[in-house]
């Protein structure tokens, strides 16, 4: 049996093309993946989705979506796509449990992963002041202290979003200069509640409900450091964004960071049939609103394709 869609991923990007592609009777089968829900489900209360004046659980959210795309007819799948063969039509797929399967038209939301230093602490206080995102997650931080790891043009952003809510912003940068471009940099530097402690490195997090503080250390020389605990209320990865779509490199161009490249403003990849959705082909906004959007675009490019076979 070919299928006429199959979506790999299950994030905002993943339910909401299954949504759209359910209802215009195409259906999708949707491989929810390694995160069903998408990054999204690693945080706690949304808040700047439209729809939900209250804010919204993450999770709740995610299943609602889910719940949604199953009324119009998604057939939701657990498990992951290990294997593609794009190489002629319909489009084979493997799972991890050995089933091959065709389909006419592939919808992508596979997602972005975070990355992170590599602490145990950033799991164990994750969404209790750990986070990857100042736009998602800033708002809870308002008139605290908290602190943004990275030094370039990313952290820098974060920092001066955040130092519009919280008292106290420091970056934590383990280089003794900012990678930013200037005008990141000025703008941080010019920022009277932005500190930037350079030559730093974290060690680890503390706190008894929630991150209380970081352990950082401050390099001096050589064979100089200096060791302390540094009293915070958030901690904020931002040393950039890991798309996955290595999965796809051998059939689908992709950016020098590995981002899925997309036909000007629309969905379609450069194979037909294939389209991107989410924070796998966008490196500059990856909000769930923004990856919401783009499911219903690759789903309307999916039934536009569908039309002319």
Not at 91 to 102: A, F, I, K, V
Not at 166 to 183: G, T
Request: net charge negative; with cysteine.
């Amino acid at each position: 049996m070919t299928h006429k869609t199959i979506i790999i991923g299950s994030g905002p990007a993943g339910y909401t093309a299954a949504i759209y592609a359910g209802r215009a009777n195409m259906e999708p089968v949707v491989y929810s993946g390694l995160q069903p829900g998408g990054q999204l489900t690693q945080t706690t209360i949304v808040e700047n989705f439209p729809g939900y004046p209250q804010g919204v659980d993450a999770n709740q959210m995610m299943m609602e979506l889910r719940e949604q795309a199953e009324r119009f007819g998604a057939d939701v799948r657990d498990g992951l796509i290990t294997d593609v063969d794009f190489s002629q039509r319909p489009y084979r797929l493997t799972t991890d449990r050995g089933e091959n399967l065709s389909a006419h038209t592939v919808i992508i939301a596979t997602g972005a992963s975070a990355k992170y230093l590599g602490l145990a602490d950033e799991q164990t206080y994750m969404g209790r002041g750990v986070s990857a995102c100042a736009t998602c997650d800033g708002f809870f931080y308002r008139k605290k202290t908290v602190a943004v790891v990275g030094g370039g043009d990313t952290a820098c952003e974060e920092a001066t979003y955040l130092a519009q809510l919280a008292k106290k912003v420091y970056m934590i940068v383990r280089k003794p200069y900012l990678r930013a471009s200037d005008i990141m940099r000025q703008r941080v530097e010019q920022n009277e509640k932005i500190e930037i402690l350079y030559e730093h490195n974290t060690l680890g997090l503390y706190g008894e409900d929630g991150v209380e503080g970081a352990h950082v250390v401050k390099r001096k020389g050589e064979a100089d450091e200096q060791t302390y605990d540094l009293p915070i209320d958030g901690f904020f990865l931002a040393i950039g964004h890991r798309p996955n779509t290595e999965l796809f490199a051998k059939w689908l161009e992709r950016d020098e960071t590995g981002y899925l490249k997309t036909v000007g403003d629309t969905p379609c990849t450069s194979l037909p049939g294939i389209f991107a959705a989410g924070d796998c082909a966008d490196p500059r906004y990856r909000q769930a609103i923004v990856a919401a959007g783009s499911g219903c675009k690759a789903a309307l490019e999916a039934e536009r394709y569908l039309q002319t076979l």
